[in-house]
T-cell receptor, first 113, second 113 residues
Framework: QQQVKQSPQSLIVQKGGISIINCAYE??????FPWYQQFPGKGPALLIA?????SEKKEGRFTISFNKSAKQFSLHIMDSQPGDSATYFC????????????FGTGTRLKVLA | DAGITQSPRHKVTETGTPVTLRCHQT?????MYWYRQDPGHGLRLIHY???????DKGEVSDGYSVSRSKTEDFLLTLESATSSQTSVYFC????????????FGPGTRLTVT
């Protein structure tokens, strides 16, 4: 019940295209869902996060869509750029207690110029 | 990297030796976390701290111990390093109390030969 399943493992997108990464969770007590971006040799950096009280959150070219009934959430990267090439991780957490994250296994995105 | 440093950044050690990794923060955040990152597994929580001298186990804590004697420092010790502990180790911090974001350090690459 603690798993977060992330897909696909890898993704290749043309410059200007839309990148879509999906995550599914099992524990209905999770109520905070962040996405992280990680470049090689660097630590993960918080990209965008959502709470279940909204179905969508947008920040620039990055959008999280959230489906509470399906227990799924996804990251959409609009107008993908070569600089977006990185590994993306979703995570899930409860907003009570110790705020421990459960991470997905990551998606390696490559945007072709 | 949100005022987080990790030391050392790279270490090669032999099987059976003890190893201590250090995480230092300048943000005065209450929560600190140690993760390991391995291909195909994403980030997995080893131990975390919710205050000075207050620590608890994560999902992959066997073979690891931690200590936090000051707000700014969180130490991870491998009691007797094994080859299965070859990994990249990340420290993260979180303010807690209504703020759920975790901020990651630059990582330590540990190789156990």
């Amino acid at each position: 019940q603690q798993q977060v399943k992330q897909s696909p493992q890898s993704l290749i997108v043309q410059k200007g295209g839309i990148s879509i990464i999906n995550c599914a969770y099992e524990n209905t007590a999770f109520d905070y869902f962040p996405w992280y971006q990680q470049f090689p040799g660097k630590g993960p950096a918080l990209l965008i996060a959502i709470r279940p009280d909204v179905s969508e959150k947008k920040e620039g070219r990055f959008t999280i869509s959230f489906n509470k009934s399906a227990k799924q959430f996804s990251l959409h990267i609009m107008d993908s750029q070569p600089g977006d090439s990185a590994t993306y991780f979703c995570a899930a957490s409860k907003t009570s207690g110790t705020y421990k994250y459960i991470f997905g296994t990551g998606t390696r995105l490559k945007v072709l110029a | 990297d949100a005022g987080i440093t990790q030391s050392p950044r790279h270490k090669v050690t032999e099987t059976g030796t003890p190893v201590t990794l250090r995480c230092h923060q300048t943000e005065n955040h209450r929560y600190m976390y140690w993760y390991r990152q391995d291909p195909g597994h994403g980030l997995r929580l080893i131990h975390y701290s919710y205050g000075v001298k207050d620590t608890d186990k994560g999902e992959v804590s066997d073979g690891y111990s931690v200590s936090r004697s000051k707000t700014e420092d969180f130490l991870l010790t491998l009691e007797s390093a094994t080859s299965s502990q070859t990994s990249v180790y990340f420290c993260a911090i979180s303010p807690g109390t209504g703020a759920y974001e975790q901020y990651f350090g630059p990582g330590t690459r540990l190789t156990v030969t």
